[in-house]
């Protein structure tokens, strides 16, 4: 069972991959707080989120659900850059 569950074989991104505009992404140019709120209300159903800088067609990274609760739980704004990982960039065509 664990085989076939791998077993990714011939099967397309394209086949799994969500679109463009259905992903939850959050501006990096929000003020701290309001980036931080943000996040952590799209984070309620991902354990990811794309960051960008004024249009979604700049995104820049992503960030992990952890990385946010940690600082919007402690009460901690500092700069979030830090915490934004680089993106995945995986063609439609590719298995």
């Known amino acids: 069972m664990l085989e076939r569950m791998l077993n990714f ?3 397309s991104v ?3 991959m969500m679109p ?3 992903i939850e992404s959050v ?3 929000l003020e701290k707080e309001c980036f931080l709120d943000t996040s952590v ?3 309620r159903i991902r ?3 794309l960051v960008y800088i ?3 067609d700049n995104i820049i990274g992503y960030v992990h659900i952890k990385d946010i609760l940690t600082l919007w739980q402690g009460n901690r704004v500092y700069f979030i850059r830090s915490l934004i990982k680089s993106p995945y960039y995986v063609g439609e065509d590719n298995k």
Do not use: C, N
Request: glycine share 4%; no cysteine; proline share 0%.
């Open 14 to 16: 394209k086949r799994i």
């Open 27 to 29: 501006d990096l140019s």
């Open 41 to 43: 209300e799209i984070l």
């Open 47 to 49: 354990s990811r989120i």
């Open 54 to 56: 004024k249009s979604k």
């Open 9 to 11: 074989g011939d099967l």
């Open 20 to 22: 463009f505009e259905d």
